[in-house]
């Protein structure tokens, strides 16, 4: 087994991991507006996706889909797209609440109430899951990231014991990072200090993902 070329994957992994980013910024909306175990299960989804790269690079699908032009674009315009859609919906979030906001503060002023909207019922495990698992699968750059990293460390004579750890060095990783974040942020303490700031962190994360997502669109074209 090689251990030094599975610590210089450990190595560049974990400053990816704490890189910020679409998942860092999803598993920080999460932890501070859902349920703990929706945060997790969106943590899980992202390592999840995180395994699926890893094992599409070594096993060459993620290359053939890459050195394929129409193929690629395609992923790129569909990652895109998600990531946009969930951008705006971050964006849209956070105007809605400072609307609100605005509208309560005439009202008081006006000596007069308004009547507002049912309070956020929150996302299902299952949604939390999804949205984690789409964020990163459904993102192209992760997807080039794997293929680089794993180009050029794991070449076709490491044998497949050392390929395996490696895999498993990504999935380990990832969980321990994405769920530390989601256990710390979802603390009762913490997570009503931190909803205070949560239309800016929507905002932030909205404003993030549509970044993204123009700059992958930029890129296929």
């Not at 705006?88 to 609307?99: E, P």
Request: some cysteine; aromatic content about 8%.
């Amino acid at each position: 087994m090689e251990l030094q070329l599975l610590l210089s994957l450990a190595i560049i992994h974990s400053v990816a991991l704490a890189s910020p980013g679409p998942d860092f910024a999803l598993v920080v909306k999460m932890a501070s507006q859902e349920s703990r175990a929706t945060a997790i299960a969106a943590a899980i989804g992202i390592s999840v996706a995180i395994l699926l790269h890893s094992l599409l690079s070594l096993t060459g699908v993620s290359v053939i889909i890459k050195s394929s032009q129409w193929l690629f674009i395609a992923v790129q315009l569909i990652g895109a797209s998600y990531l946009g859609w969930m951008g705006i919906g971050a964006v849209r979030s956070a105007i809605t609440h400072f609307q609100t906001k605005r509208a309560k503060k005439d009202a008081i002023e006006l000596g007069s109430t308004i009547t507002t909207n049912a309070a956020h019922n929150g996302l299902s495990i299952k949604q939390g899951f999804l949205q984690g698992l789409y964020t990163n699968l459904l993102n192209p750059k992760a997807m080039v990231f794997f293929i680089t990293l794993f180009s050029a460390l794991i070449t076709p004579d490491i044998n497949l014991l050392t390929k395996i750890v490696a895999v498993f060095i990504m999935l380990i990783l990832s969980l321990i990072w994405f769920i530390f974040i989601a256990l710390v942020l979802s603390k009762p303490t913490i997570q009503q200090k931190v909803k205070q700031a949560s239309p800016i962190i929507n905002l932030v994360t909205g404003l993030l993902f549509i970044s993204v997502a123009v700059i992958i669109v930029c890129g296929a074209f």
